[in-house]
């Protein structure tokens, strides 16, 4: 996994923890956030989510997705830091999870992207150039390496 400087990772979790204390059920809201986005920019992505089947069932898949994903990204960030090794292993897991659901390594830029939207909601004109581009540093980091594991 790519390093990523101890300022990047200080500005995501500072950044992240002052989103996260702005509601009352963060992760299913902040997680609907970023995947209405993803689908906003890449639609495709709607098939991994069951929406193929009817909007009923994606809405479903989404809306459990919807916190996984945010307790994922509070996961991974709370390991960031000197030791990758352990947190390898997770994103190798989880590499292998999303290689299983049939996740194209493609949408990961646009996940990137709303990952970022979804951010910028929860802290409005707050969220500076330099904390954007820690989000982007960490994000991309973090991406890399479960697409090098849906690679393989």
Same mark, same amino acid.
């Given at each position: ?7 990047? /990772? ?19 809201? *902040? ?14 992505? !709607? #098939?991994? *989510? ?8 994606? !809405?479903?898949?989404?809306? &459990? ?9 509070? $996961? ?9 090794? *352990? ?11 999303? #290689?299983?659901?049939? &996740? $194209?390594?493609? *949408? ?9 939207? +979804?951010?910028? #909601?929860?802290?409005?004109? $707050?969220?500076? +150039?330099?904390?954007?581009? +820690? ?10 390496? /479960?697409? #090098?594991? /849906?690679?393989?």
């Amino acid at each position: 996994m790519k390093e990523v400087g101890y300022e990047q /990772i200080a500005t995501v979790l500072e950044t992240w923890d002052a989103a996260r204390f702005g509601s009352n059920d963060f992760d299913n809201e *902040f997680g609907m956030v970023a995947l209405e986005r993803l689908f906003e920019l890449q639609p495709r992505a !709607k #098939k991994v *989510f069951g929406y193929d089947q009817g909007e009923e069932v994606g !809405k479903s898949h989404a809306t &459990v997705h919807a916190t996984a994903f945010a307790g994922l990204f509070d $996961s991974v960030f709370q390991m960031l830091g000197p030791d990758l090794e *352990f947190i390898e292993d997770i994103l190798r897991q989880v590499g292998r999870r999303h #290689k299983s659901m049939g &996740v $194209s390594p493609s *949408f990961f830029p646009y996940m990137g992207q709303a990952l970022v939207h +979804a951010v910028e #909601k929860y802290l409005g004109k $707050s969220l500076t +150039a330099e904390q954007r581009i +820690a989000w982007e540093e960490v994000y991309d980091s973090i991406s890399n390496e /479960i697409v #090098k594991n /849906i690679l393989q």
